[in-house]
């Protein structure tokens, strides 16, 4: 079963605190993580990712750090803040053999001021 | 550059009844993926078409199929719905070749209720 499974269902924090999203997964095969934000009413964007081969990406108060040999990989929020609150999914996905990207069933991020 | 459209973006249908859901992807993106959203369930993948053909198919029933045409447009259908089809159902685009950051594009979503 190609699953991802992510935690927390919903996680609130305060402003300027640290968020984190934490998520696992089962198949190998994966060689492409990226973590998804969704607003209420839109559809996902594309957040921040990474490949197995890095074990840490960073783009302004987004982190992802990555353990491959775990199978986990986690997001972390810096400084959050109201405009943070929103629905992040991670996801697995294979890029080559036939795209496939397999997500999470997502965290409810509250972020009060 | 137009992003990935939608439509309908309702849509209220009766158990038993069949729906088609329509998708067009970005200009020049000839990868076409379909998601299944539901509370707690988080996004179900359905397919994914790559010029005119499916490379690959989640787990759902037979009763869920879809197509793509020779300008990438995607088409989904439901036959013979249930309560349990009722969900948000998105789909995404995306360049399609393994060279590419595989950055998927999602439209807004066809929100499906089945009474």
């Known amino acids: 079963q190609q699953q991802v499974k992510q935690s927390p269902q919903s996680l609130i924090v305060q402003k300027g605190g640290i968020s984190i999203i934490n998520c696992a997964y089962e198949?190998?095969?994966?060689?492409?993580f990226p973590w998804y934000q969704q607003f209420p009413g839109k559809g996902p964007a594309l957040l921040i990712a990474i490949r197995p081969d890095v074990s840490e990406k960073k783009e302004g108060r987004f982190t992802i750090s990555f353990n491959k040999s775990a199978k986990q990989f986690s997001l972390h929020i810096m400084d959050s803040q109201p405009g943070d609150s929103a629905t992040y999914f991670c996801a697995a996905s294979m890029l080559s053999g036939g795209f496939k990207t397999i997500f999470g069933a997502g965290t409810r991020l509250f972020v009060k001021a | 550059k137009a992003g990935v459209t939608q439509t309908p973006r309702y849509l209220i249908k009766t158990r038993g009844q069949q729906v088609t859901l329509s998708c067009s992807p970005i200009?020049?993106?000839?990868?076409v993926s379909w998601y299944q959203q539901t509370p707690g369930q988080g996004l179900q993948f359905l397919f994914e078409y790559f010029s005119e053909t499916q490379r690959n198919k989640g787990n759902f029933p037979g009763r869920f199929s879809g197509r793509q045409f020779s300008n990438s447009r995607s088409e989904m259908n439901v036959s013979t719905l249930e309560l349990g089809d009722s969900a948000l159902y998105l789909c995404a685009s995306s360049l399609g070749n393994t060279r590419s950051n595989e950055k998927l594009f999602f439209g807004s979503g066809t929100q499906l209720s089945v009474l």
């Open positions: 198949n190998t095969a994966f060689d492409y």
């Open positions: 200009s020049g993106h000839r990868s």
